[in-house]
Nanobody, 122 residues
Framework: QVQLVESGGGLVQPGDSLRLSCAAS????????GGWFRQVPGKEREFVAA????????YYADSVKGRFTISRDNAKNTVYLQMTSLKPEDTAVYYC???????????????WGQGTQVTVSS
């Protein structure tokens, strides 16, 4: 089992930045790819970004490319999502997840955190 806990969400204004963290415990997180997804009420969970277990490869949704950066510190068992130039449409609950493969499909992720709310509003 891998336990994931997100933190860093909050209320920010358009154009602001925010960094989300995902702390992992349990099985060695270094073996897993890490992903971030987001969800708003009434919509399906949406892929945001993913990072390979080594941290060498990353993958982004077109909607966040150039604004969000995913990274990881395997010594700390933590994955980060640095978000810049935030827009109101980025408002969602953000979830961290772990998978055996680098993927944009939520179905490939076996482990999920509880989520952290990000609200972008003036």
């Amino acid at each position: 089992q891998v336990q994931l806990v997100e933190s860093g969400g909050g209320l920010v204004q358009p154009g602001d930045s925010l960094r989300l963290s995902c702390a992992a415990s349990g099985r060695t997180f270094i073996r897993y790819a890490g992903g971030w997804f987001r969800q708003v009420p009434g919509k399906e969970r949406e892929f945001v970004a993913a990072i390979a277990s080594s941290g060498v490869m990353t993958y982004y949704a077109d909607s966040v490319k150039g604004r969000f950066t995913i990274s990881r510190d395997n010594a700390k068992n933590t994955v980060y999502l640095q978000m810049t130039s935030l827009k109101p449409e980025d408002t969602a609950v953000y979830y961290c997840a772990a998978s055996n493969w680098l993927s944009s499909s939520a179905g490939q992720y076996a482990y999920w955190g509880q989520g952290t709310q990000v609200t972008v509003s003036s």
